[in-house]
């Protein structure tokens, strides 16, 4: 799958959620979508659901703003790194960030790192229009 065809799913079924949310306080809304309770209420939200596990080992996740404002992809991307095409990079290049790099290409890895899992994170940023703070995600990169 490609990260565009992720992301557009994603955003699909977000907004799904959050549209029958209506009843709920945005802090509300923000707890109905940690990890605990989403797995028994959403659980086709994510693939990870379905065996109860999560995409980072950390006892407190919250789902609401998966896969993150910070991170930048391109399905076509132009950039090299050395001789690699690199597709997705960290855009506030967390120090818990890394890469994985294959032979001809270089994706990021946010498996590390729980910025945008955080609820202090998630207030800061928080909007009921998830693809309005995901607007910069989908990117050109190029050199
Ligand atoms: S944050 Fe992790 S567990 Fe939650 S929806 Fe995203 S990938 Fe799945």
């Not at 940690?34 to 959403?42: A, L, P, Q």
């Not at 659980?43 to 596990?53: G, H, T």
């Not at 790192?113 to 994170?121: A, E, F, K, N, Q």
Request: charged share 30%.
């Amino acid at each position: 799958m490609s990260y565009k065809s992720w992301f557009e799913a994603h955003a699909k079924k977000h907004k799904a959620i959050v549209d029958r949310l209506t009843h709920l306080s945005d802090d509300e809304v923000i707890a109905y979508f940690d990890f605990d309770n989403m797995v028994k209420k959403e659980p086709d939200f994510c693939p990870l659901y379905k065996e109860n596990k999560k995409c980072h080992d950390t006892k407190e996740l919250n789902c609401y703003l998966c896969a993150c404002p910070n991170f930048r992809f391109d399905d076509e991307s132009a950039k090299k790194q050395e001789d690699k095409t690199l597709f997705s990079l960290c855009a506030i290049d967390s120090k818990d960030g890394s890469q994985y790099v294959g032979e001809e290409a270089i994706h990021q890895n946010c498996s590390g790192c729980l910025v945008p899992h955080s609820v202090t994170y998630i207030k800061k940023h928080f909007s009921r229009d998830w693809l309005a703070i995901m607007i910069k995600v989908p990117s050109t990169l190029s050199d």
